[in-house]
């Protein structure tokens, strides 16, 4: 992947992080989920200004709506309870930026720093300490939570920590454990030790939209073996992994990309060509990390994926055909493809951008199938086609780059191709 293409998708998880954050009061109950963090900046916030007298609890209680509804027509803002981009600057220095727009360490100061507060409190950070500032008690309550997920407890909030915020922290207790190596899903692991990949989720208080990443462990469920290797000759009935493959007649980015289970824009990248480059027999491909084969039908059938895009197409008022032709150039359809950075499924979305999309566009969670992945995907369509006035060149490269990304630096060289293809896919899928 090019330094350009991890830039982008960095772009990208870090703007569909900080847009999930903005979500209105009406949100999920209190937890470790980011929703709550956010309502527990927003108190800090009002705390600040002297109209909240609650705890910092995370909860959208009465005592949070009325501060704000307070504090809105005490400013001239509209009085409707919503924290909209308005509300947040008028708030001042504890009003932004959202958490993940920024590297936090020792004195920080922000709405950023309270939600990260607000996460740390179960990993031993004082309540009274949750005031949006970055003090040497954050410091180590981050570090904490930096070793309870494996990574490097240094202290300060980084990508790597604001993803292992998303994903929250393991609670599996079996002994057994399984050290996730670059590319690896939770199906490719389910297979090695033959569980079902639900309960090897489930087992680390996860779910298969959650990110995994290497390095981290993960406890495996009761039942778990290691499937025996094959006799020579023979294919494994459980997984097959390969680094290379040889192209037969016929045989397209998205054909190859399918049999082993990778997105095709990461096969394509990965060899240094694009989806409009041409194959010929015997020609060699290097496979991207995590590539594998299984034994058995996929999960759902391409037609039954045609058929729930063309529904959830209708019924968001979607061009079906373009949704179409953007979820195979994400996945060929296929629905549980993990791309390089963590995107998952049909759509290929991002785990935080799914939650933001539920959150802010659908107003329930949406299930974590392919269906629900389907659902969310061509709902976030509908979004990008609205926030560019219905410009589909800019809602594509919208999708690819991120809204805001586009209006304010305009489409990179691989945004240009990525929506080059799409329009090719157009109609012929």
Known sequence: MSARSVEVARVRRFLAAAAALTATLVLAPPGFASSSASIAALQVSLRAHGLYTGPVDGVPGPLTRGAIVSFQRAHGLRSDGRVDRRTRRALGALGGPLLGQRELGVGAVGWDVSALEFQLVRFGLPRASVDGRFAAATAAALTRFQSSVGLTADGIAGPRTYRALVRGPSSGTSAR???????????????????????????????????????????????????????????????????????????????????????????????????????????????PAGAHAVAGALPASRESVRA??????????????????????????????????????????????????????????????????????????????????????????????????????????????????????????
């Open 177 to 287: 454990r399984h050290v996730v190596r670059a590319g690896e899903g939770f199906y490719a692991i389910a297979a090695r030790y033959r569980v079902d990949p639900v309960r090897l989720a489930r087992a680390n208080g996860l779910t298969l939209a959650s990110v995994l990443v290497p390095g981290q462990r993960l406890a495996l469920p009761a039942g778990a073996r290691v499937a025996a290797a094959a006799p020579a000759g023979t294919r494994s009935s459980a997984i097959a992994t390969a680094v290379r493959h040889v192209v037969r007649p016929g045989e397209g980015f998205f054909t190859i990309a399918a049999r082993w289970r990778v997105s095709p824009w990461d096969l394509a990248r990965v060899n240094g060509l694009t989806l409009s480059s041409v194959l010929v027999p015997r020609q060699t491909l290097r496979l």
């Open 308 to 429: 729930a895009i063309d529904r959830w197409a209708s019924a968001y008022g979607v061009d079906a055909k373009l949704a179409r032709a953007l979820a195979w150039m994400e996945s060929g359809f296929q629905t549980d493809v993990v791309s390089g950075v963590g995107a998952i499924g049909v759509m290929q979305l991002l785990p935080e951008t799914w939650e933001w999309v539920d959150a802010m566009l659908v107003g329930h969670p949406t299930p974590r199938t392919y269906e629900g992945n389907v659902q969310a995907g061509v709902r976030y369509l509908r979004w990008q086609l609205d926030q560019f006035g219905g410009d589909v060149r800019l809602a594509l490269a919208g999708w690819y780059q991120g809204a805001r990304a586009v209006r304010e630096i305009g489409l990179y060289d691989d945004t240009k191709q990525f929506v080059k293809v799409v329009q090719l896919l157009y109609g012929t899928v």
